[in-house]
DNA sequence: GCGACCTCTTA
DNA sequence: GTAAGAGGTCGCC
């Protein structure tokens, strides 16, 4: 790098927008209900840059009323771009905060674009022998690159590339940067509305510049066009120089490039951390801090001092100096000068970092008492005292995270807030189940309370020591999921959400995973107490905090009759785990690779190469670019080819080699995904294989299920159904049993929106889709064709998922206006339906929610916004959220259920599996009859609505027979 | 080794 | 159009 200074112009809103929408999928809310994604993705940028370039001089540029001369060129001009997101237009005065709080530059002038601000400071440093580098996404910069300006561009999975003048003449196959201009105003922009020169695409452009080298080059050789293109262009030329000057980044905007202007300088970190708490940011601090360190090191004479700290000044407990030695090392209180404090060189460490300036509480600021509880007298007095509560919460430490598997290494205990114990247990396992012995009585008095984050994990770590967890249960994260089911629910966050406290880290103390990380047994007792009693502290802190919050949404019936006792059946059936046939997936396995082998070669020879098929780069480029088998290739975002399934479908019948793929594929996923990786996960203590259902995932109310998940395994192929076959009973003695409900979100939506038309088709036991098909298409039962009753089955599912006449035509061989008509008719026939999906809409709009049928809710933020399209998810979900969600909590309701008369009957018969709207037993045969007959009745009267619920039951040596 | 992206599996 | 989890590739650190 020469020695120039450098000078760093950000795009603010480029960068912003590219923010929000990568996180659109997945956006960013707080607990006050703020959209912070755009806020969090333009910070996250705008901090790495710094972090990697430490520049010596940079601005934000920003726009303000867009840009009068273009406006009065083209009226048009960004008229029809989509109104900014209403997400982004609030966190802007947010990002001008933290910027004028770090002390960075904004410029801003009324009446022009960032473009032309950035064009013009860019071209004036020049002059000043400064380098520049322009910090956006859009190409459009592309015309300013020269040899001391460059394009730092942002590109998707994170890091960036620099254009200059090399890269943009590759890029746009130009011999001038300038020539970006002519190419921008011959193919147009729409996002940005250049209209461009009709017909002319990308691969125009760049063969008429080759050609005619400009804009005004090609206008003036229309002559040697020929046919459509010629007449096109001549018919344009207004409008091809119109475009080129709207694609033309003014350098001429008034404002001056004066250097000290430019310089960074120190930012004021209280006040950016108090806004970055504002807005609950956690990681972002660590990233402010390690940007600005570096830049410290960069310019001596500025130094950050944290805010005062009063670290350690009241710890008066053994514990508090132990710890205070460890850290005070590594924080800048106890250092010299500033230079400790550098980050420069790469050894950083940014949960310290966080620490050093975080105003949240931690165990170092906090008065607490935890002790330690050794065997022995101690010990005694502790379980009397124990014995004597009504409410106690309580977290196991072990050595892994696999409950089948891990051992015991202490349980800390707490029932008064900033207080608790901690029972280390012995390594020898057999004086571990001893001192359980003497726990025993504490956890199976049915008096006493137990409290506990993610308590299913405790419970089965006890089982595995033949301990019942008994009595009331309270889970934090459980009730955190009723509480708000779109946020996490892990236990730091909700410390620092509610309680203003950052916890010691998990990862602080045993360290990354990988090969280096400790157990918790590797760990000092004094550390183990520290860790495990902040939990249990923590967790029943933040108990009271939801207990509350509980009553006033109206979900503490769900609380307590429903997810609560379900933690304790989900133990159940994870422990059970399923029985697997690995000598059949081993045979499947074996013939699977054969038909891959052979498909491999037939792909390689219509190819003419060997290629990676599984690389959907690599096959885009041979399918596309090398067999040319379509035109005009169908794009992913970011810019490959997309070879997927509806893609390539569409091209099957034509081609062999893209009928072998995916052929290839399907055999591929199913080998890997399923026939290889299932034996791999059979838990070797129990030769079962035992999922982890996840209670507080799925924003519906749904469970979730990994590791492996067995909520994906193959029915709809031939081949794929083959690996239900591996799933089998316990033994001889036994049947697996399944247990679906038929059509039950229909039913839902039909009982709730009290639709007669449809209850009644319920009622009669007529089969739903082939009623629907009737009555739409006005004919008898007997008159409805296969075609006709597919449609109405896509119709009627579609329903359920908030339907449009385009998601329809996608889904059957209709046309979109086909589609259309079929929807108008549908609701035409089932008139109510739709006055119940508009009244969910509409109850979301007035409460900000939707709720199933136990009241569970689900939070639509964006259900009153301004954006078209995230506004319409939100309607969906509106829809469906009360429909999938009654669906669960009416299976959950029979899981319990099923659940008590098992355990009480003491039947031999276990529930094994929950797939949203099936259960898979293990069946006792003797107990099959009364199984049968139970099973049935229990999840048919689960929840009594005007639409009865129907079970049906199939039984068999396996999982694909029992259907 | 980790994460983003793409593709594919289920209800 | 809803809700999930997982495996392979590929680029980044």
Redesign the pocket.
Known sequence: MSDKKRLFLIDAYALIFRGYY?LIKNPRINSKGMDTSAIMGFMNSFLDVIKRERPDHLAVCFDKGGSDARNEMYEAYKANRDETPNAIRLAIPYIEKILTAMHIPIMVKEGFEADDVIGTLAKKAEKEGYQTFMVTPDKDFAQLVSENIFMYRP?????YETWGIPEVRKKFEVTDPLQVIDFLGMMGDSSDNIPGLPGVGEKTAKKFLAEFGSMEGLLENTDKLKGKMKEKVEANKELGLLSKKLATIMLDVPVEFNAKDFEMSEPDVTEVTKIFEELEFRRLTDNFVKAFSIEAMAAPGTSHQPPSTNKGSNNSLPLGEMSKGQRGQKTISSSAGQGQFSLFGGDSEPSVATEVYSSRKTIETTEHFYQTVQAGIGRKLFLQNLLKQTSVCFDTETTGLNPLTAELVGIAFSWEAGKGFYLPCPDDREETQHLLEQLRPFFEDEKIEKIGQNLKYDIKVLAKYNVVVKGKLFDTMLAHYLINPDMRHNMDVLAETYLNYTPVSITELIG????NQLSMRDIPIEKQTEYAVEDADVTLQLKEHFQNELGEANIQKLFDEIEIPLLRVLADMELEGINLDEAFLKKLSVELDKDILNLEKHIYEAAGEEF?I?????LGEILFDKLKLIDKPKK???G?Y????DV?SYLAKDHKIIRDV?EY??LA??K??YVD?LPEQVESSTNRVHTDY?QT????G?L??????L???????ER?REVRKAFIPRDKDYVLLAADYSQIELRIIAALSEEENMIEAFKNGEDIHSSTAAKVFNISLEEVTREQRSNAK??N??II????A???S??TDLSRSESKELIDTYYKTYPKLRNYMSEQVDFARDNGYVQTVLGRRRYLKDINGRNQVVRG?AE??AV??PI?GSAADIIKIAMINIHKILSEGSFKTKMLLQ????LVFDVYKPELEAMKTMIKSEMEKAYIMKVPLDVEIGVGDNWLEAH
Request: aromatic share 6%.
């Open positions: 990568a590109v998707f999975g994170g890091g990354k995973k990988g090969k990676n599984a690389s959907p780069k690599q992913t975002k970011t490959q997309s070879t997927a399934e390539l995916l594929r399907g996923k199913l890997s995904t990786a996840m995932v799925a924003a519906t749904r979730s299920s990994n590791n492996p998940n909520q994906n395994i193959p029915i709809r192929t794929g896509t119709v599912f579609g998922y908030g339907v449009s385009f998601g329809l996608n889904q998810a969906r979900n469906n959220a999938q797939v949203h709207d099936e």
